[in-house]
């Protein structure tokens, strides 16, 4: 297995676990009003605003 490949999984793994502990994370414009910042090396979000409720986090 490659890097791309192996950062691919990394990325989707987090992705997973964000969605499955913020599950009420919503998009915070339209997507249409996302920003790419783009260059020869890479496509990626100048910033991915987004809104969830916040919870208590137990500390123990």
Known sequence: ??????????????IEVL???VPD??????PDELRWADS??????ESLPVTFS???VNAG
Request: glycine share 6%; aromatic share 10%; net charge neutral.
């Open 1 to 14: 297995m490659g890097g791309p490949e192996t950062a691919r999984i990394i990325a989707e793994t987090a």
């Open 54 to 56: 916040p919870t208590a």
């Open 40 to 45: 020869f090396w890479y496509r990626c979000l």
């Open 25 to 30: 994370l919503t998009l915070a414009v339209a």
């Open 19 to 21: 969605l499955d502990r």
